[in-house]
């Protein structure tokens, strides 16, 4: 079974620093989708970006971006010039084809300071 | 508009009811999901159901119930047998669970509050 790891249960960053949240996951298949997800305070799951294991280009959405590194089994997601509405629950998920449907990692609780 | 609604937001229960969790969508998606998140836990999977009168058992179905009779519905049902109910659900949709495309974005409705007495 595919399994998602979020190694930091709580990252700090100020605002308008740069902050990399990190995820690596488990799969023997070749294609497949990886997502970023964002719960604020509100509990509204909330997609950030995703990517297409196909494309070696890493997907960007304005100042978010991951270092999508498939032979690492790495999924990190950069937030740049960060600002106090990204403080939020992230979540890494894998899209298990096998299945169809998504694992999600344990989280990680990103704290944004003036 | 569009979207994905779960009623009621907070729930009470008293040890050993049943209660049953609203899930309805107007997105037109095929694919349905039931998620419980736990603090620490992330999100873990309850049932899913892929097409109407079809479903499967997630990680964790123990002590749940699901029905699709209706495209735009897929209500869950919190059975006594469920041990430790109280935990925050979640209620997901996406256009096609069965294909691997961009499809596969799952939507989110805004969670349902379950707190066991």
């Known amino acids: ?26 799969t023997s298949e070749s294609d ?4 970023w997800y964002k719960q604020p305070p509100s509990r509204q799951m909330i997609l950030v970006i995703r990517q297409e294991a196909y494309k070696q280009q890493n997907a960007t959405e304005n100042r978010f971006s991951v270092n999508f590194q498939k032979a690492a089994k790495s999924f990190s997601l950069k937030i740049s010039d960060s600002q106090l509405g990204d403080a939020a629950m992230y979540f890494c998920a ?3 084809s096998g299945y169809s449907t998504l694992t999600f990692g344990k989280g990680t609780m990103l704290l944004v300071s003036p | 508009d ?3 609604t779960q009623s009621p937001k907070y729930l009470f229960r008293k040890e050993g009811q049943n209660v049953t969790l609203s899930c309805e969508q107007n997105l ?9 998140q736990d603090p620490g836990q992330g999100l873990r999977l309850i049932y899913y159901s892929q097409i109407v009168n079809d479903f499967q058992k997630g990680d964790i179905a123990e ?16 059975t006594s047998a469920q041990k430790n109910p109280t935990a925050f659900y979640l209620c997901a949709s996406s256009i096609s669970g069965a294909i691997l495309s961009s499809y596969n974005e799952q939507f989110f409705g805004p ?5 066991v007495l």
């Open chain 2, 2 to 4: 569009g979207g994905i």
């Open chain 1, 32 to 35: 497949y989708y990886l997502f």
């Open chain 2, 111 to 115: 969670g349902t509050r379950l707190t």
């Open chain 2, 63 to 78: 002590g749940y119930s699901v029905s699709r009779e209706k495209k735009e519905s897929f209500p869950l049902t919190v």
């Open chain 1, 94 to 96: 894998y899209w298990n």
């Open chain 2, 28 to 36: 037109n998606h095929d694919a349905m999901y039931w998620y419980r």
């Open chain 1, 1 to 26: 079974a595919q399994t998602v790891t979020q190694s930091q249960p709580e990252m700090s960053v100020q605002e308008a620093e740069t902050v990399t949240l990190s995820c690596t996951y488990d």
